[in-house]
């Protein structure tokens, strides 16, 4: 059976592995030309139910805890005076539930856990059967793992990713530690989240000493695209917020956040699925990953059960995934009401 993959994700890869474990190979096609091509962005916290589930059926569960950071889960909230609303630290025997691990260190272990020519780097496919280099894409099974504008989608359904009104701006602060101490302190070793309403900063401290940014701006445009300008934005914040922009170098990344209908299903195909955000894109709450990685996991599991028959193993992943998906799509869509109210609903959410 050929079991074409496209995209090496946190899904297509866990995909990848766990059918690698189970005795049936595949080949992943990847549009980045090589494994450094890209910075692989901020952490991801993988939660014991479903991002971890999957990477103990892949085989790499020791191999996360060895990389993951126990007190990257700390959480600091505020609201926009500045107030101190919630502090958890971690403690240093707490259970690892949802530890982080930065996601350059995740991909490295999955592509590290797959036999040489797994992957095919430079292969961006165009359409269902051809890649951007012309060749032909062929396949007995084929999965879409290939992210939000999913070039496999469209052999499934018609559905498309809609902006929510959410705009985001990435920034970062280079060696906290060093080049900014009292900042440092401020964000503590984990998450910093002042949040005000339809407005917000969270900061994530990554392994590299550097923190990751985050402003959120909800329907309203979103200011100009220079440090001074986004810091204005918060100038009537607490003061370590728009010092917390200022501090940033100036690589600064905009984002619409956009969403698949919540619950989205399509008629089984008998040889054709969808894994991740290309089956299921909701707002970044924490579950996306996590869930990308389960729909791995599952879809391998269900193909090795009768691997002569993998239209029976479509519709049963799908029916797994399905409602799984549907109902952290709707958790997510919660999360990201409460947000946008401010840190006062989310210190509701967080004490209950
Ligand atoms: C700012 C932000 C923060 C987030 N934080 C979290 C978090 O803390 N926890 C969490 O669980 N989730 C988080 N998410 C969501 C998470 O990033 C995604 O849900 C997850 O990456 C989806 O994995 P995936 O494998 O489905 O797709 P992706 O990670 O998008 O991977 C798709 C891969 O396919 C490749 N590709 C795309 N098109 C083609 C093509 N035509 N041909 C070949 N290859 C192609 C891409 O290059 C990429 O490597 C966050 C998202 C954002 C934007």
Redesign the pocket.
């Known amino acids: 059976m050929k079991i074409a993959i496209?995209?090496?994700?946190?899904?297509?890869l866990t995909l990848a592995r766990t059918l690698h474990v189970l005795g049936l190979e595949s080949t992943v096609?990847?549009?980045?030309p090589s494994r450094d091509a890209r910075g692989q962005?901020?952490?991801?916290?993988l939660h014991a139910d479903t991002?971890q589930l999957a990477l103990r059926a892949a085989g790499l569960h020791a191999g996360f805890l060895a990389l993951a950071r126990r007190e990257g889960q700390d959480l600091r909230l505020l609201d926009e005076t500045g107030t101190l609303l919630l502090q958890q630290d971690t403690p240093d025997d707490a259970p690892m539930d949802r530890p982080e691990i930065d996601r350059a260190d995740l991909r490295d272990l999955l592509l590290d856990s797959l036999p040489a020519g797994t992957v095919r780097w430079g292969?961006?496919?165009?359409d269902a059967t051809h890649f951007d280099d012309g060749s032909t894409l062929e396949y007995d099974v084929l999965v879409g793992?290939?992210?939000?504008?999913?070039?496999v989608r469209p052999l499934l359904t018609d559905a498309q990713p809609a902006p929510i009104g959410v705009e985001?701006v990435?920034l970062g602060i280079p060696d906290v530690d060093r080049t900014h101490p009292y900042l440092s302190t401020v964000l503590g070793r984990g998450n910093y989240w002042a949040l005000g309403p339809g407005q917000g900063l969270s900061a994530q401290r990554n392994g590299s000493g550097r923190v990751r940014v985050?402003l959120t701006f909800e329907n309203r445009d979103r200011p100009a695209l220079t440090k001074e300008a986004l810091a204005e934005a918060f100038a009537d914040w607490g003061p370590d917020v728009p010092a917390l922009i200022r501090a940033c170098d100036d690589v600064i990344v905009p984002?619409t956040i956009t969403t698949l209908p919540v619950g989205l299903r399509w008629t089984p195909h008998p040889a054709v699925t969808l894994?991740?955000?290309?089956a299921h894109l909701m707002p970044?709450s924490?579950?996306?990953?996590?869930?990308?990685m389960l729909d791995g996991a599952e879809l391998a599991q269900a193909l090795a059960s009768d691997p002569g028959y993998p239209a029976a193993a479509i519709r049963a992943y799908e029916a797994m995934m399905f409602p799984r998906t549907a109902d952290a799509a709707r958790r997510s869509a919660q999360i990201r009401k409460m947000v946008s109210a401010g840190a006062h609903e989310m210190l509701t959410f967080f004490t209950r």
Do not use: V
Not at 145 to 151: Q, T
């Open positions: 496209i995209g090496a994700g946190p899904g297509g096609y990847e549009r980045e962005g901020g952490m991801l916290d991002g292969k961006a496919l165009a793992a290939d992210g939000a504008r999913s070039r985001t990435e985050y984002r894994i991740g955000d290309a970044p924490g579950e996306g990953a996590n869930q990308a």
